[in-house]
């Protein structure tokens, strides 16, 4: 929004334009003396121009000032009116006597701080995804970069008051155009490799998270690029990175299916310690368990629509790998019938993202 087209600057134009036609040069400068004496000057010191030459300045929220400013959108007509605090002498102001001016500013200020969370977003350091960064204005375990980014979306939100301001923001940061898609992309990169550095930490005992965590967090970012193929697949997000978020949902996969060792090998900690059926030594163990969702992450991989025939041989190499635990039986007890259903579960995946890989062609 230019200077010029602030309801503050057209309310001066206006006050000025009024007491112009009113009044001479001669007396215009007269700051000490008052406006009925400046007003008499005025009529003595030339002829009479009319009837609108010989009104006063209108103040601001007076009658004159008011008329004018009912050509503004009626959040402008409000601002407008509101220096004069004498608004009760006339309707113009557009409002319908039950309050929805202001329910419908309140849904255009929610959707332009909606709007610049979404441009934001990728200026997180914590890897979520739009929604998950507009929802984590409270937590207290932010990265300080992301505490930063939160900042900005509160700074851009009190100078950005309208649409047009919003529209500028939007030349520069196009959602979800390549910059932004790039971003995006890294950051939940990074947060998987945060997972696994703090898996591999804990193993160590150096602090991290362990493996129940480590499903339950990997599960959170399956959910995030899901959410992110829904909003932005189908909505201008290329090719390219569209693979890219893709590939990330097959590595968190294969990452899971080939981690299966005793991570906590020479300690007590025990395998089973009030996490249900929950493995805290294994990590594919763990994952297996119906308390971690399996099938969450097979709901997200099924859901996407031909995207991933990219990563036909990745995902082939992981069901051989399940398949071969299921007729092996695996080290720490599990169960064959969860790996069998597993490996039924990854058969059907991959035939059916090779078929449509031979329909895309």
């Known amino acids: 929004m230019s200077r010029n087209s602030t309801p503050t600057f057209g309310l001066r134009k206006l006050t000025l334009r009024d007491r112009d036609a009113g009044m001479p040069v001669t007396t215009r400068a007269r700051s000490g003396q008052t406006r009925d004496l400046q007003a008499s000057q005025a009529t003595s010191s030339r002829p009479s121009a009319g009837p609108s030459s010989m009104q006063p300045a209108a103040r601001p929220g007076s009658s004159r000032a008011t008329a004018s400013s009912s050509r503004l959108p009626p959040s402008r007509r409000q601002v407008a009116s509101a220096p004069g605090g004498d608004s009760s002498d006339d309707d113009s102001d557009g ?34 995804s739009p929604p998950g960064f507009a929802a984590s204005n409270n937590r207290p375990d932010l990265a300080p970069g992301t505490q930063l980014a939160h900042r900005v979306v509160g700074a851009l939100y009190a100078l950005l008051r309208d649409d047009d301001g919003l529209n500028t923001l939007r030349t520069w940061i196009q959602v979800p155009g390549p910059q932004w898609s790039t971003q995006l992309a890294t950051n939940m990169y990074r947060r998987f490799q945060t997972v696994t550095d703090g898996l591999r930490r804990n193993a160590a005992g150096q602090g991290g998270q362990d493996v129940v965590r480590t499903i339950d967090a990997l599960r959170g970012l399956y959910v995030n690029i899901d959410d992110i193929r829904i909003r932005y697949f189908g909505n201008g997000m290329d090719a390219v990175h569209q693979r890219s978020f893709m590939t990330l949902l097959v590595r968190i996969m294969e990452y899971i299916v080939l981690n299966n ?70 080290e720490g007890g599990v169960e064959h019938v969860r790996l069998a259903r597993l490996a039924g579960a990854f058969t059907q995946l991959v035939q059916s993202k090779l078929a449509k890989g031979r329909e895309a062609v």
């Open 261 to 330: 060792e005793d991570l906590y090998r020479g300690t007590n900690r025990p395998a089973y310690a009030g996490e249900g059926n929950r493995n805290e030594r294994r990590l594919f163990s763990c994952f297996l368990a119906d308390e971690s969702q399996p099938g969450e992450f097979l709901r997200v991989l099924r859901n996407t629509n031909g995207h991933l025939a990219h990563e036909i041989e990745r995902l082939s190499s992981i069901r051989t790998v399940v398949q071969g635990y299921a007729e092996n039986g695996v």
């Open 95 to 128: 409002s319908d006597g039950k309050g929805g001016g202001g329910q419908e500013a309140a849904s255009r200020d929610n959707d332009r701080l909606a709007a610049i969370y979404q441009m934001m977003c990728p200026f997180n350091e914590d890897g979520l």
